[in-house]
T-cell receptor, first 115, second 111 residues
Framework: KQEVTQIPAALSVPEGENLVLNCSFTDSAIYNLQWFRQDPGKGLTSLLLIQSSQREQTSGRLNASLDKSSGRSTLYIAASQPGDSATYLCAVLNFGETSGSRLTFGEGTQLTVNP | SAVISQKPSRDICQRGTSLTIQCQVDSQVTMMFWYRQQPGQSLTLIATANQGSEATYESGFVIDKFPISRPNLTFSTLTVSNMSPEDSSIYLC????????FGSGTRLTVV
């Protein structure tokens, strides 16, 4: 059974700081990995999608890396802004012969960027 | 990626009543997924909805409590039946197209 762990659970930083969020997973046979952002009481916004054959993806100030063999991914946020304050969720996709597609979420990292 | 319209965005309901949540996708998809996110927790899959067949429910979720309809390839509904305060959660629908896309969520409070 896939398990996804995110560290830290919460993070508070001053505006402008660069930061790294960590995600680890136990079953390395993933199809892809996605990072999401969730604002309080809202749905999920996809930030970056990394296929299992890729090492990293970049979008603006965000960079996500994937080390499939070690079961790890990081989300790097450069020059953080108060608007980045949200919960960041990591999710991995596995395909099973009987279970079909299975998306497993981590518990999330709650980020607060202070002005 | 797909675009999903989910409604209502939030509701406050009396215990014992039912609420139906709707999701409309801008393109045809084979499977739609329904998730629950209880306060302070991550997402838990309720069921997978396929067009033309019964939904497949995860362990701990039953059709009588969470009936799902999937009348066509762009639309699905989830009903939360006979609600209790423990059903207070955010409910989200999702589709898989490349990566996963989620609806904007329905924040349900049962009083």
């Amino acid at each position: 059974k896939q398990e996804v762990t995110q560290i830290p659970a919460a993070l508070s930083v001053p505006e402008g700081e660069n930061l790294v969020l960590n995600c680890s997973f136990t079953d390395s046979a993933i199809y892809n990995l996605q990072w999401f952002r969730q604002d309080p009481g809202k749905g999920l916004t996809s930030l970056l999608l990394i296929q299992s054959s890729q090492r990293e993806q970049t979008s603006g100030r965000l960079n996500a890396s994937l080390d499939k063999s070690s079961g790890r991914s990081t989300l790097y946020i450069a020059a953080s802004q108060p608007g980045d304050s949200a919960t960041y969720l990591c999710a991995v996709l596995n395909f099973g012969e009987t279970s079909g597609s299975r998306l497993t979420f981590g518990e999330g990292t709650q980020l607060t960027v202070n002005p | 990626s797909a675009v999903i319209s989910q409604k209502p965005s939030r509701d406050i309901c009396q215990r014992g009543t039912s609420l139906t949540i709707q999701c409309q996708v801008d393109s045809q998809v084979t499977m739609m997924f329904w998730y629950r996110q209880q306060p302070g927790q991550s997402l838990t899959l309720i069921a997978t909805a396929n067009q033309g067949s019964e939904a497949t429910y995860e362990s701990g979720f039953v059709i009588d409590k969470f009936p799902i309809s999937r009348p066509n390839l762009t639309f699905s509904t989830l009903t939360v039946s006979n609600m209790s305060p423990e059903d207070s959660s955010i409910y989200l629908c999702s589709v898989l197209r490349g990566g996963y896309t989620f609806g904007s969520g329905t924040r349900l409070t049962v009083v």
